[in-house]
Each structure stands twice: as C-alpha cells, then as structure tokens.
C-alpha cells in the first residue's frame, strides 16, 4: 500500500486526482485493519496537498494522533505546504 501511495503522491499529473487514489488506499488500508507507516500517512498528505484537499489532510494528521503514530517533520512539512 505505502508503495501504491507514494506513486499517487509522485504523480505529475494531478488533473486525474491522483489524491483520490491515495485517500481510497489509505481507506482501504485501515478498512482491512493494516497500520499505515508514518511514510505512508506522508505521502497521503502530501498527495492530498498537491490536489488541494488540505482539510483531508489534516485528518489524517489527526488521525495518525489517535493511532499514536509520531507525525515526523516530513508529516508536518507536507500538512502545513
């Protein structure tokens, strides 16, 4: 999944809102109970960044709050860019 994610997050073309495939995988992820990595929850922001979806972000960085995952400075970078 991280993977799949940071394909979407390195995407050029972000008219075919790539940031709807990193959202659904990281939906999908957590759906099938799989821990997203932190790496992971970044390069979901940062897609979601790149396709204006700042408030979906956030809520991921909320969400990696309530996993007790440590947002990094990259995490933090990504949600605030």
């Known amino acids: 999944y991280g993977a ?3 394909a979407c997050e390195k995407g050029q073309q972000w008219e075919g809102a790539r940031w709807e495939h990193a959202w659904q995988l990281m939906a999908d992820m957590l759906e099938a109970r799989i821990q997203p990595s932190v790496i992971a929850y970044s390069a979901s922001i940062s897609a979601l960044e790149k396709g204006e979806q700042w408030a979906r972000g956030l809520a991921l960085l909320v969400d990696m709050e309530v996993r007790s995952l440590k947002p990094d400075l990259i995490v933090y970078n990504a949600a605030v860019s």
């Open 4 to 6: 799949l994610i940071s």
